[in-house]
């Protein structure tokens, strides 16, 4: 049988490589889990990027779009502003007649008066 304190010291030398392992095994398991968190990060900051560029392209379309649409309309407004005024110089008893048109369809649009009942 083996003396009390060489079971002892084979017992400190079993459990201090055990906790050596354990301890080598929590640095790996971190290190891997660091690895993993930082790849997800980099992802992540990747597709925000991504995504931050596709809205300023879509951005700047709109913008474009809507400049287009105003210079359009600014053009027709002339036109029609154009077309209004010739009528008006070759024709102002049309546009007169044209006038009274609408006021008449405008006023028959609105109600009626109660009369009071006194």
Do not use: F
Not at 14 to 26: C, D, G, I, R, W
Not at 51 to 80: C, D, H, I, N, W
Not at 90 to 104: I, N, R, T
């Amino acid at each position: 049988m083996k003396p009390l304190s060489e079971t002892a010291n084979d017992a400190r030398a079993k459990a201090s490589e055990l906790a050596e392992k354990t301890a080598e095994n929590a640095r790996a398991t971190a290190e891997a889990a660091k690895a993993r968190i930082q790849d997800g990060y980099g992802r992540a900051r990747a597709a925000t990027g991504e995504l931050a560029a596709k809205a300023s392209e879509q951005a700047e379309v709109a913008r474009e779009a809507a400049g287009q649409a105003y210079e359009k309309g600014k053009v027709q407004a002339k036109r029609a502003g154009s077309k209004l005024k010739t009528v008006a110089e070759e024709q102002p008893l049309a546009l007169l007649a044209g006038a009274v048109a609408v006021g008449a369809l405008l006023g028959s649009l609105l109600p009626k008066g109660r009369k009071d009942e006194d």
